[in-house]
């Protein structure tokens, strides 16, 4: 009997975790606008892990190398000023990133958006901002 229940609550685990881990999967991400491009994936990090937030992996592209304009990406933490991860002109970089508010263990709200930085005399394109928000 002893062994009946303790392979019941084992099987209950082991079947729970599955459901947990296909919550917390991995999405396509891409976000586009003239002369920037992003392909990637995102997932939110459970809130046992530190640092707790949306971990976000992929390419920063320039896709419009002959304009001479530098690319970024834009993140925004709930509470916090805009961050950024810049480019490089005529190249793409990687990124890997986990997006997180430090003073709580579970981060609930990011926004991100890719620009094309077109110098101080002119204003930045950037795509439609995103809002990613944990369930």
Known sequence: MRKLATAVVAAGLFFGGMGVAVADSEHTLRMT?????FVGTYQWESASKVPSGL???????????EDGH????????????????KGVQRKNIKVNEVFFDGAVLKTRDVRLQVCRDRGSLRPDNCSPERLFTRR
């Open 70 to 85: 530098n690319v970024y990406l834009r993140s925004k933490v709930a509470g916090y000023p805009w961050g950024r991860i």
């Open 55 to 65: 971990h976000v992996k992929g390419e920063l592209k320039d896709s419009s190398p």
């Open 33 to 37: 606008d003239p002369g920037v491009e």
